[in-house]
């Protein structure tokens, strides 16, 4: 029996509620895998530049995370005189509780450990996230600074831009799978992953989320020469640590999505766990794994594009290649009868 179920299997002992059990369980534990990403992201970006990473703060530097931690929590926070405060304040929290939402429908692992299954789980994902823009026009817009609503403004039309694309790639999956139901999609790959049929529609996915969460090198909202940090700018202490979480919440959510939608999810290649021994959870960990170390690989490799680069691309190069491949693959779905 997986370790997820004997757990679930002790609430259900105790008469604990489930999903009240998981809603506290999810923001603890992401907070604690966030922090573990920060310090690999630092190790490995150092062992990419031939340079030293964090190794003071506990043995190998273990505890930086902690220490980074305690001092944005501790630290004075700073809001701008001339700010509004109430939507300055409000910008942070709405980002952060947005990125916590999308958790509630994603299947972390086999056996239906998921707060709330849902038919059109693929359509709330991008509901929620598309509501996250708000937060940082509000973050920029409250801020009363040039640079902060200057950076607001690419942040918005960046992430606007590329979820066109996300959306049209996805839909290529979701043609083939016939189901919105995140669960019925990962099962649809039982025999093969979408990975193998799909695969220039990854390439396009990893991408655009590379751009959707403001990674190098599309990182242009955070431009030090150019915008000191963007939206962000005027935030500090336990306001940007909002921000700081929020972020990397997403880049992992975007990675499960990826895993979900192109690598099967919790299921091994070609439905043969060669590794017998190992439970199914342990494959969907690894996957995701595998995804984030590409992001950090990405961050350490590639320069910064310029902003007019970043929005040609959305538009003149991702935008028409995702339309030409949805309407290649539906002739194609067509012609075959493959509809379901």
């Known amino acids: 029996m997986s370790f997820t179920l004997k757990i ?10 489930k999903n009240m059990f998981i809603m506290i369980l999810i923001p603890l534990f992401f907070i604690f895998v966030i922090a573990i990403l920060t310090l690999l992201e630092r190790r490995l970006l150092a062992n990419f530049q031939r340079r030293v990473g964090p190794d003071k703060v506990g043995l190998f530097g273990i505890l930086q995370p902690i220490a980074d931690a305690l001092k944005l929590l501790f630290k004075e926070m700073v809001i701008p005189g001339i700010s509004n405060i109430i939507i300055f304040i409000s910008a942070p929290l709405l980002i952060f509780l947005l990125s916590l ?3 509630s429908i994603i299947p972390f692992f086999y056996g239906g450990v998921i707060i709330a299954e849902i038919n059109l789980g693929f359509l709330f994902i991008f509901a929620i996230s598309s509501l996250g823009v708000y937060g940082i026009i509000m973050s920029g817009w409250a801020s009363n600074s040039k640079y902060a609503f200057l950076g607001a403004m690419r942040a ?10 996300i959306g049209i790639i996805l839909m290529i999956v979701l043609l083939y799978v016939g189901s919105f139901n995140l669960t019925k999609i990962v099962e649809s790959q039982y025999y093969i992953w979408n990975l193998f049929i799909c695969f ?6 990893f991408v655009s989320a590379l751009a959707e969460t403001n990674r190098v090198p599309f990182d242009l909202p955070e431009a030090e020469s150019e915008l000191v940090s963007g939206y962000n700018v005027e935030y500090s202490a336990f306001t940007f640590a909002l921000f700081f979480l929020a972020e990397y919440s997403n880049i ?3 990675s499960f999505l990826i895993v979900l939608f192109f690598f099967g999810g919790w299921l091994p290649l070609f439905n043969i766990n060669i590794f017998f021994f190992l439970p199914k959870e342990f494959w969907i960990i690894l996957k995701v794994l595998f995804i984030l170390y590409l992001f950090i690989l990405v961050r350490g490799t590639l320069p ?15 935008l028409p290649l995702s339309l030409s491949y949805l309407l290649v693959y539906i002739i194609f779905l067509y012609l075959f009868n493959i509809f379901i």
């Open 8 to 17: 679930l299997y002790l609430v259900d002992f105790y008469n604990i509620n």
């Open 101 to 103: 939402l999308n958790w």
């Open 156 to 165: 918005a039309a960046q992430v606007i831009s590329y979820e066109v694309s």
């Open 200 to 205: 220039p529609a990854f390439i396009l996915f």
């Open 252 to 254: 992992i959510l975007m």
């Open 304 to 318: 910064r594009y310029r902003y007019d680069q970043l929005m040609a691309i959305g538009w003149k190069v991702f």
